[in-house]
């Protein structure tokens, strides 16, 4: 996984002397790459351990994996992004943060009343997801219609939890729900492609899934392989503690 990936991924793990270091690696990587760990930390005006904890934070084993896989970064060729559904399934599965999984499926749980709403194709997963939280046990609701879904969010509270699904993050009609949701403090969950959205900055919890968006002939052919992936392991998770 790229360095720019990591930082979105474990972007909530990382702190203000965290973001001073990455902010150096980012503007500098020529010369990080030549740097030991002590002289680093020694021009960012920290210790080495810090440097150290950051590496983990990244998912790294240490900082000698960090500096490695910069390195390889850049003497690496450009390379055209693979298109095909292999690769989408590589690149979420690298995504997966338990964490955020362990999070997502604890607050459904305890959530008095969870709804699901999704536009178009994504509607479908939220039905699927209802249906397995069903297996369980746990009722959670879902509709496809608009003013329906704003009833119910106005009716919801802070005990509660909306999951919202959009690849792109930028679907007006999740937003308008996100935007509800926010103003009368109901957590949210929200699953997207990995890319900045909208969406994701209204979240309590951000899902990803590696599933950007693809056209034919005017028809939306996007592989939504991975968002069934990223269901079925939260889905597998609720199941297995709950």
Known sequence: MR?????????????????????YILQNKQDFVRQSI?????????????????????????????KNSIKEELES??????????HYIQRTFELIDKNRIETAAKMIHEA????????GDMAIFCDLLVRNLRVVGKKAEF???RHEVIH?????????????????????QILEMANIATQRGIPIISLTHFDRNSLQETASVNLYCFAPKKEKNGYNITDRTPVMIVLQLLSQYYWDHF
Request: glycine share 4%.
């Open 112 to 119: 008095k009343r969870t709804l699901l709403f999704g536009v």
């Open 143 to 145: 509709s496809i219609h």
């Open 38 to 66: 002590q002289s680093l930390a020694a021009h960012l005006y920290t210790v080495p351990n810090t440097i150290t904890r950051l590496s983990k934070k990244l998912g790294y084993d240490g900082f000698s994996h960090l």
């Open 77 to 86: 060729a450009i390379i055209a992004e693979e298109d095909s559904s292999y």
């Open 152 to 172: 119910i969010v106005n009716e919801m509270n802070h005990h509660d939890v909306l999951v919202l699904m959009s690849l792109s993050g930028e679907t007006p």
């Open 3 to 23: 360095f720019e990936d990591r930082l979105q991924k474990f972007e909530y793990k990382l702190n203000d002397t965290d973001d001073q270091i990455i902010e």
